[in-house]
């Protein structure tokens, strides 16, 4: 550009397009103070809006559907512990494959896989 020509302004882009359809209406419901506490645990559990989960319920989306509920603190360190214990599982089994006699061992593995696994779902059959 020469010294006799302006800069010239930016271009202004006007406003991005929303990506959900447009929510027009608005209702109002009456909520006990258990009702509320309870929406709005399950609004911070799955990090929604008290809105969004009221769609989602009212939409009937199935908890399948559901993004899953954050793992705490206790869930990650039982994975953890149960990513350790498949590592010395797969250990047990490249040890048996060479020739070497490893039940005991096993047997013990098998014994907190166990235990461990009825920690994180008590309700499953083995």
Known sequence: MTPDQPVPAPRRRGRQP??????????????TEAEHQELATEAKTYRKSMGEVLRSVWAGTPDAARPPRPRTVEEVAQLRQLVGMA???N????????????????????VQLYRLLDELAPDSTR
């Open 18 to 31: 929303k990506t959900t359809p447009h929510q027009s209406h608005t209702v109002s419901v009456r909520l």
């Open 87 to 89: 590592g010395n599982l």
């Open 91 to 110: 250990q047990l089994t490249k040890q048996l494959h060479a020739g070497h006699n490893v039940s005991e061992a096993a047997r013990q593995v098998l």
